[in-house]
């Protein structure tokens, strides 16, 4: 369980462009919840996620994985109960590696490195066998440098990486915004496989509304800072794309946009 309590967050304390993003934000999200969330810029959304993450700090509030207090923890130990796939299919993997050695990196992720060969062979057959399950033919590529892969490749190999390790929360960071819209699709539906099959918890931020109506079991909305909307469980099911539509472009008006 992931509980955010109280959370203040302000950018830029003390100077003329100080904002203040979230003041007493809460949110819980139960294991095995798969949250949508959308909102439009400026609405906090990528904020909640780096401070998930310890990317960035708090003013206040609390942070609790599992009932652990980890508002102080560093991010890199945040991640060894943490994956996370960005908007950019060139975040998270080193381009001018191998898969197979970006497949190991992710594969050692929070363990400790000595003078032991980077690559574990016993290990490669494991590799391949997950990105088999991609059906995208990424097990006959091991050899081929990262940033020669498409984007869509990437994007699958990443979620792979992502997930090699055990871990507690999936964090989705548009994943899908910088593909093509077939791409798109066949990422979300890998996504949506992965999740499952390996029983996950998951937080997307997406622009994507489909997306958010058609995936997980929570859908929320955010607007400076603040949940206003949320649908779970047969209220979530019963949420349609133009439904939630109507409520985006009535705040945007309210916004004077």
Known sequence: MLELKNIVKIYNPG???????FEGFNLTVA????????????SGKTSL??????????????????????????EFKRYEKIGRVYQNPAMGSCPNLTLLENMALADNKGKKYGLKRGINKARKDYYREQLSMLGLGLEDKLEVKMGNLSG???????????TLTPIDFLILDEHTAALDPKTAETIMILTDRIIREKKLTA????HNLRYAVEYG?????????????????SEKEATTVNGVLHIFNEISIECGN
Request: hydrophobic share 45%; with cysteine; glycine share 12%.
């Open 217 to 233: 079991n929570r859908l929320i909305m955010m607007d400076k800072g603040h949940i206003v909307l949320e649908r779970a469980g």
């Open 49 to 74: 996620l780096n401070i998930i993450c310890g990317s960035i700090p708090v003013e206040g509030g609390e942070i609790l994985i599992n009932g652990e207090n980890v508002t102080r923890m560093k």
């Open 152 to 162: 869509g490749q990437r994007q699958a190999a990443a979620l792979v990486m992502a």
């Open 203 to 206: 937080i997307m931020v997406t």
């Open 31 to 42: 294991d095995g919840d798969f949250i949508s969330i959308v909102g439009s810029n400026g």
């Open 15 to 21: 100077t003329i462009t100080e904002m203040c993003i």
